[in-house]
T-cell receptor
Framework: GESVGLHLPTLSVQEGDNSIINCAYSNSASDYFIWYKQESGKGPQFIIDIRSNMDKRQGQRVTVLLNKTVKHLSLQIAATQPGDSAVYFC????????????FGAGTQVVVTP | EAQVTQNPRYLITVTGKKLTVTCSQN?????MSWYRQDPGLGLRQIYY???????DKGDVPEGYKVSRKEKRNFPLILESPSPNQTSLYFCAIRDRASLGYTFGSGTRLTVV
């Protein structure tokens, strides 16, 4: 899961298994959430998003779940592949006029053969 | 496809020597922003710009300046860099219709 600090949480997953990455967001009024993937040496890339009026959204091999009661977001990756090895972090759109995104610290996913 | 181009990709400099990191976009988006990324701290916003000549501070603006004289460019200026500004920097853009950001490839800055 997410944490703020010097050490990035690491999730080790065997190739072919499903991955679940967790994120606790901060503002109960946030109305939009995004998951990003960042591979080594690259900028963050959009994976999937979800609005606060939904509790689940599916993409290709990825599913995002939103639990507003406990301010929790998760990303599920089905049949994890070596190319899924990266840092994943969530972002929440704060409830202001211009849509600032606040990012979590990230989770390192390592896919083992 | 939205493209965000940052230069340079890597930079090593000495304390106090002014430097500029450039960011340009090809999408005519109004919103541009600079972030720094440090281990375990995630992405923290330095400055953002809503449009030409409209800029404002983010969460960690100390030691940085920006300018937005034209829509496509949003340079980040370090007038007197210090070692605590050693970091990975990202420029991001967003259009009015979208809520997500498109990021550049990053600039790794080391200040010695």
């Amino acid at each position: 899961g997410e944490s703020v600090g010097l050490h990035l949480p690491t999730l080790s997953v065997q190739e072919g298994d499903n991955s679940i990455i967790n994120c606790a967001y901060s503002n109960s009024a946030s109305d939009y959430f995004i998951w990003y993937k960042q591979e080594s040496g690259k900028g963050p890339q959009f994976i999937i998003d979800i609005r606060s009026n939904m509790d689940k959204r599916q993409g290709q091999r990825v599913t995002v779940l939103l639990n507003k009661t406990v301010k929790h977001l998760s990303l599920q990756i089905a049949a994890t592949q070596p190319g899924d090895s990266a840092v994943y972090f969530c972002a929440e759109k704060l409830p202001d006029s211009w849509g600032k995104l606040q990012f979590g610290a990230g989770t390192q996913v390592v896919v083992t053969p | 496809e939205a493209q965000v181009t940052q230069n340079p990709r890597y930079l090593i400099t000495v304390t106090g020597k002014k430097l500029t990191v450039t960011c340009s976009q090809n999408m005519n988006h109004e919103y541009m922003s600079w972030y720094r990324q440090d281990p375990g701290l995630g992405l923290r916003q330095i400055y953002y710009s809503m449009n030409v000549e409209v800029t404002d501070k983010g969460d960690v603006p100390e030691g940085y300046k920006v300018s937005r004289k034209e829509k496509r460019n949003f340079p980040l200026i370090l007038e007197s860099p210090s070692p605590n500004q050693t970091s990975l920097y990202f420029c991001a853009i967003r259009d009015r219709a979208s809520l997500g950001y498109t990021f550049g490839s990053g600039t790794r800055l080391t200040v010695v």
